[in-house]
Nanobody, 114 residues
Framework: QVQLVESGGGLVQAGGSLRLSCAAS????????MGWFRQAPGKERELVAT???????NYGDSVKGRFTISRGNVTNTVFLQMNNLNPEDTADYYC????????WGQGTQVTVSS
């Protein structure tokens, strides 16, 4: 069973930056396709960014050019660097591992004040 633990969320002012981390269990982390998703109050969960086992990345339109996903296969961690944050980025952020079943973390809250 894959277990995921997110960290790095918090309160930041508009224009600021945060770096989220997701630590994953499992001996075959390097084979997982990883992703970050977010859910704002009253809205559906949406794609933020994904990264395949081979390092190919994909981003949601609203975060392109501002967010960067990366992974460390030695540390079993996936990161989300978030720059130039705005209040619309306020949400709970979730890490997902696909192996190929989907596994989710408990989420970390990001609040961007104007």
């Amino acid at each position: 069973q894959v277990q995921l633990v997110e960290s790095g969320g918090g309160l930041v002012q508009a224009g600021g930056s945060l770096r989220l981390s997701c630590a994953a269990s499992g001996r075959t982390f390097s084979s997982y396709n990883m992703g970050w998703f977010r859910q704002a109050p009253g809205k559906e969960r949406e794609l933020v960014a994904t990264i395949t086992s081979g390092g190919t990345t994909n981003y949601g339109d609203s975060v392109k050019g501002r967010f960067t996903i990366s992974r460390g296969n030695v540390t079993n961690t996936v990161f989300l660097q978030m720059n130039n944050l705005n209040p619309e980025d306020t949400a709970d952020y979730y890490c997902r591992a696909r192996d190929p079943d989907d596994h989710w973390g408990q989420g970390t809250q990001v609040t961007v004040s104007s």
